[in-house]
């Protein structure tokens, strides 16, 4: 019997089912819609980020053709006492900053959460200081801060402290800055925590309060860890933060005295942008750039075992 | 109803964009100019001498007004992107820092080749602050010394003759009067901001100077500079004359003075047309005489032709410079009264009060007294930051003069090896 083989045909290909063309008009969608942002990065952020890169390995004063200088100016950073000084100052505001920010957001947005009346009206003073812009607050605690007359010793005077010359003073013009600074940006802090309290379920607190748990004890165990992302956030945003300070420097103390108060993106800006040393300065931004991009990426490592997420 | 991008759309954003981008360009055939302009009433200075431009040159004159803090991030930024102006206004401070970066064209062939051009009708002060390395790289339109703020009704209320107008007080009798009209916190003898910028007129009129003749190494510790330092320390921290430092961003000598409680001001008679709001009788007499007389710092600004500005723009260039500088465009800004014009043959730039306003003149002129030229380095900025962070130190009292010297004078001098290295740099581009 003969066996009549059916030759085996291949379907022409057909238009794609209807779910997956709409799948691929949602990807095209998305993609367009990404576009501006990722234009937007490549010019303005990677770019900057790559010519830095490049300028850091060149002698170059804006204004004659630049000459190659190979690793000179990571090397010159090495013999450079100001910026070794401005690093260091930069880690003094950070180190203080950025914990004294986030108590005081923090407590602040506990206090806003227990259901005062009138809510809006203190979120909005309290995030007043936040959306100002930093000059003109700079320019206003210069004034607190005048040794004779000024609020802030006025204030001390009223429980019988003499007040020091605070932003002439080596030791108190920086924790004069960071105290400016921590006024500055609590408001930022506090509506994310505020938000990050709002999203807490209330079961949580009604199982810890059956269980016997004390307010305290209900703190530590339900609104610390459920508040982790929002810790993580303000942290890691802040410290970014606090290594870019410069405005509130440049204005209240003028890095003085003598470098006390010298930041790293002021001698950054200074060394390029005054003293026409691009490269120099572009080795320095790279180097600020690596110290956020390590201490960013500890943050997001410990971020797995710390941070709780609800889902 | 959704909105379609059509070709007509996408040509219309094309001729935005390039539109946008022309912005950023020089305009052809026009007299452009950049100038730093804080106020509407340099605005309406500047606007004024738009308009004398293109009277006198019949083409389009477009002036680039940046405040005057943000002027030479701006400067540096068109000249990098060859969309500076054809003529830049430029402070004399920082002339020797573009000129040897190759920033700026040499004028000394234009200036020859010009008969019109007479060099000899600017002080010499500003012929002086024009120049690098003997070559010419602007033209002044004004130029000023330091003088002695005086506030006669205090004076008067404590039966004290004012200074004479003429002839310097030496720094001893200064000290004295400051001494005898200070009572803190109700009045002080003296006012002057704690930096280099004013530090510099005490040590010209001691013999001294920042650097050496050379300009190899800093000459701060030297006996002359160190005199002057130590000198104008003891007004603030031992005789205790000035009103007490409160913050360490330039304080405003001008607001001291302007309470009415301060006898003396040192400051730049650009301060005239501000200190007329004064609500007591004032006048400007010579800077203190030193061990080496009255020889306060003389400082000017000009006008300069960026490097790249060549071919037939130059001409232009050269003709609208000369124009900006001319004793017509000199005699607005007299007339408008904000500084000294540069030249002799341009009116004063003051008109009474004060009643002694012509001192300025005569000063620059060489009649009386003296002045001393600013002399700056190719990276002066360096050094001002550096002298402006250590300086305030010994004026706070938290270290003595020496101590300040001593810690500045090994970083002093690594700058002045880069200036010297800038300079030959500069020679070899020639």
Known sequence: MAVQTVPRTTTPPG???????????????????????????????????????????????????????????FWRLGDDPTFWSALVNTGYFTLASVPLTIAVSLALALLLNRGLRRIAVFRSLLLLPYATITVAVAFVWIWLYIPTGGLVNAVLG??????????????????????????????????????????????LYEAARVDGASPWQSFRSVTIPMLSPSFFFVIVTSIIGSFQVFDQALIMTNGGPGTGTTTLVMYIYRTGFENYEQGYAAAQSLVLFAFIAVITGIQFLLQRRLVHYDN | ?????????????????????????????????????????????????????????????????????????????????????????????????????????????????????????????IRAISSFAGRPYMVGFDVAPNVLYVNKTLLAERGIDAPSLTEPMTWARFRELAIELSAPPDRYGFTSAPDIDNLISWIYCAGGNVMNADATAGALDEPEAMEAFDFLVGLFVRDKVTPPITSLVPTNARANFMEGNVAFMQNGPWQVVNVRKAEFEWDIVPFPAGPAGSMPRVSGSGFAIPAAVGGADLELAWTLLKTLTSTGALNIYAGAGRNNPARYSAGSAFQPPPANVGIVQRILAGEIAGGHPFEVTTNWNQIKQMLDQDLPRGFLGQLTPAEVVAGLTPRLDVLMTQHQDNVRLAELRK
């Open chain 1, 15 to 73: 238009p794609p089912p209807p779910r997956r063309r709409r799948r691929d008009g949602q990807a095209r969608a998305a993609w367009l819609f990404l576009l501006p942002s990722f234009i937007g990065f490549a010019v303005f952020t990677a770019g900057p980020v790559l010519a830095a890169g490049v300028i850091s390995l060149l002698d170059w004063n804006l204004f004659s053709p630049p000459t190659f200088a190979g690793l000179d100016n």
């Open chain 1, 158 to 203: 009223l429980v019988g402290i003499d007040g020091p010359a605070w932003l002439i003073s080596d030791t108190w013009a920086m924790p004069a800055l960071i105290l400016m600074s921590v006024w500055k940006g609590f408001g930022f802090g506090m509506v994310v925590f505020l938000a990050g309290l709002q999203a807490i379920p209330q079961q």
């Open chain 2, 1 to 125: 109803m959704p909105h379609r991008l059509t070709r007509r759309d996408l040509l219309k954003v094309a001729a935005l964009t390039g539109l946008l981008a022309g912005c950023g360009s020089r305009p052809d055939g026009a007299a452009t100019w950049s100038m730093w302009s804080s106020s509407p009433e340099e605005a309406e200075v500047w606007a004024n001498f738009s308009q004398y431009v293109e009277q006198r040159l019949g083409v389009r004159s477009v002036p680039n007004l940046t405040p005057s803090n943000g002027y030479p991030t701006k400067l540096d930024l068109q000249l990098v992107s060859g969309t500076a102006s054809l003529v830049t206004a430029i402070n004399g401070q920082l002339l020797p820092t573009y000129a040897a970066r190759g920033a700026l064209r040499p004028l000394d062939d234009l200036i020859a080749a010009d008969p019109d051009f007479d060099a000899d009708d600017f002080y010499p002060p």
